[in-house]
């Protein structure tokens, strides 16, 4: 019992930014234990791109897909990318994801999702959920994208890689 004060402690701590300022760093994003319904970014922008420019910071979280059916949806893994090559990589490939074709066959879904929580200087996040089987669908809630088609699957690799 004595954890939980310490542990409010720190994250004063780090929210201050070391003690600075208590606006220097927006409170980071942390992963919803079970896959959210919806992932609808309201990030400005967001409905130009599935990862409007100035991330600082990317929370990538694993959700498991339908086997077992009682972990269906629950966290399995997550991974804190900071700003960088790697960081200004995943935008670009997000960014330059291809449309979903208007009509095709998605045969072997399994539920299987990331999510991916990109950070800002400034709130709000941008969220965009990615679909890792079946059409492998890559949405923000304003924009659909597919990870099927080139450049997709080398992005779920370089995810896939990240989350271990």
């Known amino acids: 019992m004595l954890l939980l004060p310490l542990a409010a402690a720190l994250a004063a701590v780090w929210a201050s930014g070391g003690g600075a300022s208590l606006s220097a760093r927006p409170a980071p994003a942390v992963c919803p234990s079970r896959l959210p319904s ?46 960088g090559a790697e960081l200004d990589l995943l935008v670009h490939e997000f960014n330059a994801l291809r449309p979903s074709p208007p009509f ?20 709000p ?12 669908i890559v949405q923000n809630g304003h924009l659909t994208r597919t990870a099927s088609l080139a450049p997709g ?12």
């Open 125 to 136: 996040a941008a969220r965009i959920s990615v679909g890792l089987s079946g059409c492998r």
């Open 38 to 83: 919806s992932t609808a970014s309201v990030r400005p922008g967001a409905g130009l791109e599935l990862v409007p420019q100035g991330a600082s910071a990317l929370l990538l979280c694993a959700y498991r897909g339908l086997n077992p059916a009682s972990s269906a949806g629950r966290l399995e893994a997550r991974r804190v990318v900071d700003a």
């Open 153 to 164: 699957p080398a992005l779920l690799e370089r995810l896939g890689a990240l989350l271990g």
């Open 104 to 123: 095709i066959s998605c045969p072997m879904d399994n539920g299987s999702t990331d999510l991916a929580i990109f950070e800002y200087p400034t709130p």
